[in-house]
Every structure is written in C-alpha cells, then in structure tokens.
C-alpha cells in the first residue's frame, strides 16, 4: 500500500511539473521572476496563492506586470485520523491574473471504518480557480494605505456526489466566491490578509455543498498574518470560519500556525500546525500540514 502511494504521489508531481514546464516553456523568452522573495505567497490548499488555509490578493508565481510566472505544489495534511493530499498548478498572467488547478484526495484511513465507509475509504475533488487583481499594488505601493485587492471563484467537483447527498448535502458541486486584500509593509516586515467567501462548501466541499441544515450561502471570514524574518523565512498564523450546513456532523472553524522558507524563487517550502476541530464527528483533528511548491 505504502509502495502504491509514493509512486500515485510521484506521478502526480511529475504531471504538475510537466505542466508547469509547458506553461513555462509557451510563456515567452522574456526574463521572468521580478517580484520579491515569498510575495507571491505560497499555495493554498484549494490551489491559489496565499497563505495555507486562505487565498491571499497576491497573484501567483514571481511575474510582474510584463511577465508571467507560475508553480507546480504537492501538499498534505495529516490529522490523528485523516489525511489530505492536494496536487496543483497555477499560473499568472501579468502579475493581474492568477489561474489554477488543484486536486485533492481525502482518505479516511482507519476512521473510514469507524463511519461505515470502509478503510482507507477516499474522496476526490477537482478545483479550478480563476484570481483577478482589481486594485492596489502589494509591492510597489508602499506609501498608500490602500492594500492590494483581488476577486477569486473557485469551482469545485466532488467524485463522491451519491455520498454525500446521503449525508445531507444538496449537491456535489459548487462554486465558491471571495475578495481578498493583501497589505504588505515592507519596513515592518509585516504581511496582512483578510478575505471575506461566500460559500456553501462542507469541508471544502469533500462533503459536499449545502445542506439538511441551510443550503444558503454565508459569508465567511479568513485572516491571514505573516512575519517576514529574513528574505527568505516567514512565521505566521491564519484563521478560517466554515459554514455549518449538516446535521450529522459539526463543522468547526479552522486555525494554524506556520513557517515557509524560500531559498530560491524557484523552490519553497511551508510547515504548519493546524487544528482543523471536528471532521464528520471524528473530535479533535489536529496535526500537520507540509507544502512544497516549484515555480519561476
């Protein structure tokens, strides 16, 4: 099992990487990378630019406004008893656009047998994102109030739509909207993120959308802060509120605490604690979340 998981892994890389080559490769000759070490921010565990929990206004990869840039990322989160892997790429236009594709596989493990799913049981959801910059500059508008502001959708299909309607949700497939805003003060070294998403995604969306409960949707608030050590080290700390649109199970707002490091523009790496509360009325989910991303 452990053999077959390491080599799903591996080829998974090796298909995000291959893509990231293409874009790279179609983008132009031009010089790309203009921007600052960790600006960019690393990727979300839905697939867009941010910090891990929450999309940031940042637009991915290190292009500025003549360039395009881009990252290829492979992410898990392990709790005492579920495990997320997330595979992705994104790419940005401009430094105005931010396009990406993330996919992630929710493994139960042993709890799937606690639940009635079955060992190791797994759900498997596709995100498409599409991130535009409608205001400020992060980097270059150091005198201004006026953070960086972006509008992000995120489209979401889950694999396991029979599931999770069972469960209570009204639809396997949903569409998520958020604004951001993203102040960067480079003199206090000091990142500050607030993004406010309408959603009706339980979970993620790995449980569906809507619910038994409400199959509104509610506006929820994410807060990242970041504190930028050296150039290349960042220590920080996010906050995200979840809908609760279930009656079988609680769904609890998330939290965790962070340290990236990017030795390079084309290398970083991001570990956190997260507490992510009570999942499908398994208590106390808390463990760790590792990210690396490969970019330009």
């Known amino acids: 099992m452990k053999r077959i998981l390491v080599g799903r892994i591996a080829r998974r890389i090796l298909a995000a990487s291959t893509l990231l080559a293409a874009m790279q490769g179609a983008a132009w000759a031009a010089d790309v990378g203009g921007k600052l070490l960790l600006t960019g921010g690393v990727t979300q565990v839905e697939g867009a630019a941010g910090g891990g929990l929450t999309p940031w206004a940042v637009i991915g ?50 709890a799937g047998a606690k639940l009635g799913l079955g060992q190791n049981f797994t759900f498997r959801q596709d995100v498409l994102g599409v991130k535009v910059r409608v205001a400020g500059d992060a980097i ?49 070294s000091l990142l500050l993120n607030g993004t ?36 290349s080290w960042a220590v920080g700390a996010e906050y995200r509120s979840k809908p609760d649109n279930l009656k079988f199970a609680k769904e609890d707002d998330w939290y965790d605490l962070f340290v990236a490091w990017a030795p390079t523009k084309n290398v970083s790496a991001t570990l956190a604690y997260v507490n992510l509360g009570d999942i499908a009325t398994i208590k106390k989910q808390q463990g760790v979340y590792a990210s690396v991303q490969i970019g330009f």
Do not use: H
Request: charged share 20%.
């Open 196 to 231: 406010v998403r309408m959603t009706k995604a339980n979970q993620l969306g790995i449980l569906g959308f809507g619910g038994d409960r409400s199959n509104d949707y509610k506006a929820q608030t994410e807060l990242s802060a970041a504190y930028l050590v050296s150039k």
């Open 61 to 110: 990869g290190y292009g500025d406004s003549n360039q395009i840039g881009g990252n290829a990322s492979y992410t898990m989160v392990k709790t005492g008893d579920f495990r997320l892997d997330a595979w992705g790429a994104l790419v940005g236009i401009n430094d105005r656009v931010e396009l990406s594709w993330e996919q992630q596989e929710f493994n139960t493990l042993e």
């Open 140 to 188: 270059l508008e150091q005198d201004s109030w006026l953070p960086q502001i972006a509008v992000g959708v995120q489209q979401k299909t889950n694999n396991r739509g029979a599931l999770v309607k069972l469960l209570g949700a009204k639809d396997s497939s949903g569409t998520d909207y958020y604004v951001s805003a993203t102040k960067l003060m480079l003199e206090q």
